[in-house]
């Protein structure tokens, strides 16, 4: 393979030696040479057809064929030259020779149809460097030669050679302009024309000047070079793919060059015949042929270049409009992508990144306005039990029904999930008041959807555009409101006040401190008894964490367990307090039975591990699961989805090995006879909302409500505790309804563990609040 691409170049490395030996030698030698070399042309066509299998063959057959031609011709005359003969006027072996011209002619325009440029534009632009070659060779060859020689029988033969010249020039253009992209095999032909067109040039100027018909050194040469230029093409392997292949390149061919290319030729024209007249002035007469002929060329040049024109003006007009279509599109398409880039997907509503910057331009402009934001309350309940499909459809369809309320009024935007904004420029707090209650009136109705019926509501958070200082402000501040109206209850609307950043630094504030506290000390731990209601004995503990900053007063859970819901330091804080109750309550269960309970927030069970965590934490402290009860709330078991598959799984794991699970604050939240019938729970903690106080509401109905809870939960198999009891009264109205255990002030405070191992041990008396 190595070898064949290298052939070409082992061909005219070996012919230059022969060409500068046969530029010296005599006629004889120099005709046998080229018959050599011709023989020696043909057959590198043979061998590159045969190697390199070109996709045409056709034009490299004539090549063969022309090159036989040639050296045939050339040995008739080397023979004629030995035997001591010399050729006189056109013969047989001339038409021979002369048929090599066409022949390579032929294969050069084969070789131009193959090139994808427009063959009319490569006919135009080889008919005017046809036309001024004409021009040049009749002005300064044919007619000087004309006139100096009467015998046309021998000048007839070399007068031949510029109108096959002519041919071959004519093709070599029309191949240089119509291929694609020049070829190394292309160049080479080329060259090799050029060779030719040159040593023939060389050949008639010899001839017109006396010289014999045999040629000069420089001639011989030249038609040397041509037949070994041919050979190279053809052993080259780009001949086989023609053009494309190996391109050598287009940068002769620049606009630039080309211009300054035609202007030279329009010009050879008129100047070739002003020189043409001039002679003839000088010599003292005139000759109407060496004024037309150059005029005919000239204007068929003009005629030429007007059609070239005329191809180049339709094709920048195509371009142009294939441009001006390429420009539409892209702005049909910067049109589309920039609306995709500030409407949602979902419901085409104008999207975040919109609504952003019309409030920055309101605000920038000084317009009066609110922005009211708006959340669906139970939006993840619908994508956890019906699907995310359902979920989409839902809010396509709170899209059109909050449309529907706002019409004109403002602009209604998705900012993402289940959140939507609506921006109401002049008009003032009372009306977005108005506003706001009207959708949330509408949120209330029930929703079809992929045929299920679906309740949901929403919460508004309102903030008036008025001192806000961008877009940025007006977003933070309504959704503050909005977090205190989802914190408020739901289903409501909350205006923007500045207190609500205030509280929302102090969050803030908190969670920083409260990341650096857990971990230490400053986190500990205080027990509450719970007490059987049928012997009065304490059988058990609640853990509450507290939270004591050194050198500071403590710092109440209600100011510090929310922002640890928020942030998700619940997690690592609610492991920290169940490894030290877990610890405290390993001694007390030993000594005295007691068992120990410990509350669970929503995220901790939604971590993976969370069962992994608790058997760890029982395990090193060496508390057996059994004394171990783990209270949840209502809201941890209600709903379908993941997470509460998720959190049955952990807590039907933690009851196989023993762990008890309680549901606190019981009635208050989702209560429901299905979920206390088959889900994992063992007790029942009745909301202190619930226990008989006449200042807090009817007795009678109270007592009735208790009764109603505890017979449920025996019922069902469950232990009742009942919490917030403060009272000796109330401890004898639980111990009548039967209610097993407990909780409240009337039993103790909650204390440290000394201070709990003190009371378990029965060393001090239980704290218990004056009587009211």
Not at 572 to 582: D, I, K, N, Y
Not at 671 to 689: F, Q
Not at 752 to 759: L, Q, W
């Amino acid at each position: 393979m190595r070898a064949q691409q290298r052939a070409w170049r082992w061909f005219l490395l070996g012919g230059v030696p022969v060409v500068v030996a046969g530029a010296v030698l005599g006629p004889a030698a120099q005709e046998a040479g080229y018959a050599a070399f011709g023989a020696a042309a043909g057959a590198a066509v043979i061998v590159g057809m045969r190697a390199h299998r070109p996709a045409r063959k056709l034009p490299w057959v004539l090549l063969a064929a022309g090159m036989a031609c040639g050296a045939v011709s050339n040995l008739a005359w080397s023979v004629a030259l030995l035997l001591g003969r010399t050729p006189t006027g056109l013969t047989v072996v001339d038409a021979v020779y002369y048929g090599m011209y066409l022949l390579v002619a032929g294969a050069l325009a084969v070789l131009a149809a193959r090139g994808r440029g427009s063959a009319l534009v490569g006919m135009a632009e080889a008919g005017i460097v046809a036309c001024t070659a004409a021009v040049l060779a009749w002005v300064f060859l044919i007619d000087p030669f004309v006139d100096a020689r009467d015998d046309w029988a021998t000048g007839g033969g070399a007068l031949a050679y510029p109108v096959l010249d002519l041919i071959l020039l004519t093709m070599a253009v029309r191949l240089a302009v119509t291929a694609g992209s020049l070829t190394r095999t292309h160049a080479l032909l080329l060259f090799s024309v050029a060779a030719l067109v040159v040593a023939d040039v060389g050949y008639f100027l010899w001839v017109a000047s006396g010289g014999p018909w045999s040629g000069s050194g420089g001639s011989a040469a030249g038609w040397m070079v041509f037949y070994l230029l041919v050979g190279a093409a053809a052993l080259h392997p780009s001949m086989a793919v023609g053009a494309g292949a190996a391109a050598i390149g287009r940068y002769w061919r620049s606009p630039r060059r080309m211009t300054t290319f035609y202007a030279v030729l329009v010009l050879v024209g008129p100047v070739a015949t002003a020189y043409a007249f001039w002679r003839d002035l000088d010599r003292g007469r005139f000759d109407t042929l060496d004024i037309a002929l150059p005029l005919t060329a000239a204007a068929a040049t003009a005629v030429l270049l007007v059609i070239r024109l005329s191809h180049t003006s339709t094709l920048v007009n195509r371009r142009a409009a294939d441009l001006q279509a390429a420009l539409d599109d892209q702005a049909a398409m910067q049109q589309r992508m920039t609306h995709l880039a500030l409407h949602d997907a979902l419901t085409g509503l104008p999207n975040r990144l919109h609504l952003e910057r019309l409030i920055e331009e309101a605000v920038h402009a000084g317009r009066d306005g609110c922005l009211l934001m708006v959340d669906l309350d139970g939006f993840q309940h619908v994508n956890d039990s019906f699907g995310h499909p359902t979920g989409d459809a839902l809010l396509d369809e709170v899209a059109r029904r909050l449309h529907a309320e706002v019409g004109n009024a403002g602009t209604l935007a998705r900012l993402g999930g289940d959140e939507f904004a609506l921006l109401l420029l002049e008009r003032d707090a009372l009306v977005a008041e108005g506003h706001a209650q009207s959708l949330l009136r509408a949120m209330r109705r029930p929703v079809e959807v992929l045929g299920h019926r679906l309740h949901v509501t929403a919460s508004v958070g309102l903030r008036h555009l008025a001192s806000a200082a961008g877009s940025a402000e007006v977003l933070s501040d309504a959704d503050l409101a909005l977090y205190a109206a989802k914190a408020a209850g739901k289903d409501r609307v909350v205006a923007y006040d500045v207190t609500l950043r205030e509280n929302q630094l102090r969050r803030i504030a908190v969670v920083d401190r409260l990341r650096t506290a857990i971990g230490t000390d400053a986190i500990v731990v205080h027990y509450q008894p719970i007490v059987s209601l049928e012997t009065g004995g304490f059988i058990a503990v609640e853990a509450l964490v507290r939270w004591v900053p050194p050198g500071e007063a403590p710092i109440g859970p209600d100011d510090f367990i929310p922002a640890a819901e928020d942030s998700g330091l619940i997690v690592p804080l609610g492991e920290q307090v169940l490894r030290r109750a877990c610890h405290d309550a390993a001694v007390w269960y030993r000594r005295y039975g007691t068992t120990l309970t410990v509350n669970v927030s929503p995220r901790q069970l939604s971590e993976a591990d969370f069962a992994a965590r608790v058997m760890r934490a029982l395990h090193d402290a060496g508390l057996p699961a059994a004394a171990l009860i783990l209270e949840i709330t209502e809201g941890v078991l209600v709903g379908a989805g993941a997470q509460a598959d998720q959190t049955i799984a952990h807590l039907s794991e933690l009851r196989r090995f023993g762990v008890k699970v309680a549901v606190d604050d019981f009635g208050t939240g989702y209560s429901s006879l299905a979920y206390l019938r088959d889900l994992p729970i063992d007790i029942l903690k009745i909301d202190r909302s619930f226990m008989p106080d006449a200042a807090t509401g009817d007795p009678a109905q109270q007592v009735a409500l208790v009764r109603t809870i505890v017979d449920l939960a025996h019922t069902l198999r469950l232990t009742a505790v009942a919490e917030g009891v403060e009272t000796d009264e109330q401890t004898t109205v639980l111990r009548t309804l039967g209610c097993d255990k407990g909780q409240g002030f009337h039993y103790g405070r909650p204390a440290p563990a000394d201070r709990t191992a003190e009371v378990l041990a029965g060393v001090v008396t239980p704290a218990v609040p004056p009587s009211r």
